[in-house]
Every structure is written in C-alpha cells, then in structure tokens.
C-alpha cells in the first residue's frame, strides 16, 4: 500500500470514529477543506460514496461502515504494537483517547491536566465528553470513565472515588413557598427537576431507602434534563427540588446556605466513578501514568 492511500484509510477512520470532519481534521492536524480533499480522493479511487454529509452531521454509507469495520481493528492493532514497543523502552508518548462523563471530566480529570501534562509532556490526550455509554473498543478509546455498576464484566475498571451519597435539593426561597416534603411520597406534591437516562431516554424515578425500607418516586416538575450542571442550576432559581449526585458541587452551596438538604434519612449511595479499559497483553504506558495520576489526591 502506497503512503497515500494509507493517509486517505487513516483520515476515513478519523472522520468516522468522530463524526465530524471539523474534530477530525483538527485530530489529524488539516484544514479542513484538505480532509474534505483527501475523502474525495479516497472515494474516486474506490469508485464508491463512503460517507453521507450534510451541513449538520456526517454518517457512513453501507460500503462505508463495511470499510471501515474492516480497517479499524487494524489500525487498532498497529497503534497497540507502538504502544507496546514504547512501553518496553520505557517510553511515555503518543496519543490518548479517553471518553468520559461530564461529572469526571470536571471532577477527575480537569484539576489534573496540568500536572499529567508536567509529567508527560510528550501524550497527547483526546478528551471526549459523554454522558451516554459508549462502547471505548468500538470507539477505539483507550479508557473510560463512569460510574460503577454500568461497566462491562470484560473491562478492567479501577476504582476513582468512594460511592456517593445522593442530596434532595431546594432553595430557601422555594421551601418557604412550598413547604419541606418530610417524606418522598410528599414529592407528588411538589416541583420537582427530573433526570433524563441517557440508556432509554426515560425519566429517572427517585430511589430512596430509609431503615431497609426501599421506595421509588416517579416525579414531576418543570424541567427535564440529562446534565446535573442544569438541574443544579434550576434549583438554585427556586424552580423545585433536584435530586444530585455531584456532591463537590453541591456540598459548596449547601454550605453556603444557597441550597438547602431534604429527605436527608431517606437518601441513597450510588456508585463511585471508575476509569475501566479493556483487558490488554501489556498496558500502554501512556494509559499507566493517567491512570496513576487519576488516583493522586489534589491539594
């Protein structure tokens, strides 16, 4: 295979794992108009249409997705064969992929980017932001992060933070408006803000569980979302009660009596965050050092 038609496979493979000629060309270092160049090429040479573009989104055609499932363990193969040659020489470099919750890419990762970037000046880490579950193999990501108890029993998971516990929120404001719910059935009463899943798209039902007794809430209010930031956000502004799990943020306010706790005996823990990666002959040592550095405590 000529370099050529090597570079036009590898800018395919980039386009399709990041369904976006922008984050591609940007990841392989091209102005975009030169991916968009390249794509073509690949495509008259093939005889073929690989990918279907619009102005809004990118996705492979049938010989596309065949194309590509083809090559993407290949390329696979050979990125861990440089992994593993590097790792043999001790050598900490090369690129990253790591796709992650909201939640640890502020919590986790984000207050330790500049000390893993001291230490290992020479990876590159790509950083996508996902509140889904994704597949990292057939993502090609090196790692993952999410919460426990979502993971895949062939994944290599270590553990990032202890389990949390859950806190029913409101502000001041709405409590004085519409009263303390002393028990979750009392929530049927109330504004609440609901969390979207993002697995089925279903509203989240409230678990709560006080002196071995477990009960679910289907609650209602006026907003839905699948971001805690938002939730969080809306409580603050009187709009109802949400029910968070991103504790560090919330454990401030709380403190700064900007929100306020309730149902707190009825409260649950929910797993802690986990980085997991699929169980591989040798680690990358690039992946060993975020790893450890993942697990450094931030002063």
């Not at 010989?63 to 050979?78: K, S, W």
């Not at 640890?104 to 984000?110: E, K, L, P, Q, S």
């Not at 929530?187 to 409230?206: E, F, M, P, V």
Request: aromatic share 6%; with cysteine.
């Amino acid at each position: 295979m000529r370099g050529a038609e090597f570079a036009e496979l590898k800018a395919f493979a980039a386009v399709v794992e990041r369904a976006s000629f922008a984050r591609a060309a940007e990841h392989l270092g091209l102005s975009a108009s030169a991916l968009s160049q390249t794509i073509r090429q690949l495509e008259t040479r093939l005889g073929t249409r690989l990918l279907n573009r619009t102005t809004r989104s990118v996705a492979t055609t049938a010989t596309g997705a065949q194309l590509y499932g083809r090559i993407a363990p290949l390329f696979q193969d050979m990125a861990d064969a440089v992994n593993e040659a590097s790792a043999m020489a001790g050598q900490t470099r090369g690129t990253l992929r790591i796709n992650t919750l909201g939640m640890a890419a502020w919590a986790v990762i984000g207050p330790r980017l500049g000390r893993f970037h001291r230490a290992h000046p020479e990876v590159t880490l790509d950083i996508v932001v996902e509140n889904g579950l994704s597949d990292i193999v057939a993502g090609r990501f090196d790692a993952g992060i999410r919460v426990g108890g979502k993971l895949e029993k062939d994944m290599i998971a270590v553990r990032l933070t202890p389990d949390v516990k859950m806190v029913a929120v409101a502000s001041p404001d709405y409590l004085e408006r519409r009263g303390t719910p002393r028990s979750p059935s009392d929530l049927h009463g109330h504004a609440c803000i609901n969390w979207r899943l993002q697995s089925d798209g279903s509203a989240y039902r409230w678990e709560f569980e006080k002196k071995g007794k477990r009960t679910e809430v289907a609650v209602d209010g006026p907003l839905v979302t699948n971001h805690s930031d938002m939730g969080v956000a809306a409580a603050l502004q009187g709009l109802g009660i949400a029910y968070a799990f991103d504790r560090e943020r919330v454990d401030a306010l709380l403190a700064q009596q900007r929100l306020v706790e309730v149902l707190a005996d009825w409260s649950i823990a929910r797993p802690g965050l986990f980085l997991y990666h699929p169980s591989r002959r040798q680690v990358p040592a690039a992946l060993r050092a975020f790893i450890d550095c993942m697990l450094e405590k931030i002063p």
